[in-house]
Every structure is written in structure tokens, then in C-alpha cells.
């Protein structure tokens, strides 16, 4: 089965293109998803988090502040880093488990951070979901209700834009309507699907 690689930045349309690929019937693993998952209460992540950060970012009931969290390792760098080397094997182990349990000609990975982690290993092909700077300052804008200053700060904190294009084997441009990305989705759904078949 071969692994698809769907990243992008802030506001590109990762979460819609990866419902497009889902509609079309292919399983999708979503990075975002597990890490929430593993982060409960319990679970391997939180306990994690609590090993190498402490108890500071969770509440009584042993819940993660995920918004403190976010803003501190925002602000810290190399609190960032310690973060990402306790989640990462876990988030990487979970998908890959997931994967193997499925049963298709693909499936889609969807890593937001999939530039900047170096995990390009995990995946057979990246697709790049593209949009122009502007436009995913005011959608970010928009959907999450941040300044323009902050949607700048996150943006600068992630690959850039030419970076993310540098390792693409497929791009898909999201600066129109929702029919112009859900055909892309198809094609390269279509693309994939008999590449598999082909292959056997």
C-alpha cells in the first residue's frame, strides 16, 4: 500500500482536501488526530508530557491544557523541541500501526508539520495542499480569529512556502472554490488508485 504524504501550511486546506481523499474512499491517518489521542488522560503522550515537561500544562483531572501548551512551546523553542522528540516516535509508531491495519491501494498521512519534523520517511509521495500568502492570512484570520501579526508569527515558524513546493511530487492549488480543489482530489485519487493496480 502506498503512503501519501498530505502537508501544508497554516490555513492551506490540509483538513479539506484530506475529507475530499476520505469521500472519494481512501483511509486517511491524520497526524493532528492521534496526537490528540495519545494526549488523554492515561495515555501514552500525556504520560509522556508529564516525564519530560512536568505536570505544569494539565489540570486536576490530569487533562493537557492544550492552548497553554501550544502558546508556551510557541514562545520556547527548544521547549518545542523537547516536546516533539517525547510525541513524535509515538504519533509516527501509532500511524504506522494504523496503517497497517488497512486494507487499500493508499492511504493518506496527513502531517501538518511534515517539512519541519524530516519525516518524509514515513511516506511514499508528498502532496503539497497550496494556497498564496494572502490568502491563508485571511482565512486563518477568519477561521481561528487571530490578528494578522499572529497568523505572520505562526506562518514564520513553519516551512516556507517554497520549501514545502521543493519536496512536493504533487501540489494541490487551493485559491479557488471547493469544486476546483475536490477535482484535484479526484484526479490524483484516480492517479493513485491505478498506480497500485498496475504495480501488483
Known amino acids: 500500500m502506498l503512503i501519501l504524504g498530505l502537508t501544508g501550511g497554516i490555513a492551506s486546506g490540509k483538513s479539506t482536501a484530506a475529507r475530499?481523499?476520505?469521500?472519494?474512499?481512501?483511509?486517511?491517518?491524520?497526524?493532528?488526530?492521534?496526537?490528540?489521542?495519545?494526549?488523554?488522560?492515561?495515555?501514552?503522550?500525556?504520560?509522556?508530557?508529564?516525564?519530560?515537561?512536568?505536570?505544569?500544562?494539565?489540570?486536576?483531572?490530569?487533562?493537557?491544557?492544550?492552548?497553554r501548551l501550544r502558546s508556551a512551546v510557541f514562545d520556547d523553542p527548544r521547549l518545542r523541541k523537547t516536546l516533539e522528540k517525547a510525541l513524535h516516535p509515538l504519533i509516527r509508531e501509532a500511524m504506522q500501526q494504523e496503517?497497517?491495519?488497512?486494507?487499500?491501494?493508499?492511504?493518506?498521512?496527513?502531517?501538518?508539520?511534515?517539512?519541519?519534523?524530516?519525516?518524509?520517511?514515513?511516506?511514499?509521495?508528498?502532496?503539497?495542499?497550496?494556497?498564496?500568502?494572502?490568502?491563508?492570512?485571511?482565512?486563518?484570520?477568519?477561521?481561528?480569529?487571530?490578528?494578522?501579526?499572529?497568523v505572520k508569527a505562526i506562518m514564520a515558524a513553519q516551512a516556507t512556502r517554497s520549501q514545502r513546493l521543493a519536496i512536493a511530487d504533487e501540489v494541490i492549488e487551493n485559491d479557488r472554490d471547493h469544486n476546483f480543489l475536490r477535482r484535484q482530489v479526484e484526479l490524483l485519487h484516480e492517479k493513485y488508485s491505478n498506480l497500485t493496480a498496475m504495480s501488483r
Open 20 to 67: 475530499c481523499f476520505a469521500q472519494c474512499g481512501a483511509p486517511v491517518v491524520d497526524a493532528d488526530h492521534i496526537a490528540r489521542d495519545l494526549t488523554q488522560p492515561g495515555r501514552p503522550g500525556a504520560e509522556a508530557i508529564a516525564r519530560t515537561l512536568g505536570t505544569a500544562f494539565f489540570d486536576a483531572d490530569g487533562h493537557l491544557d492544550r492552548q
Open 99 to 150: 496503517a497497517r491495519q488497512l486494507h487499500a491501494p493508499y492511504c493518506v498521512f496527513v502531517i501538518p508539520l511534515l517539512v519541519e519534523t524530516g519525516q518524509l520517511d514515513l511516506v511514499d509521495y508528498v502532496i503539497v495542499v497550496d494556497a498564496p500568502e494572502p490568502v491563508q492570512i485571511a482565512r486563518a484570520m477568519d477561521r481561528d480569529h487571530l490578528s494578522r501579526t499572529q
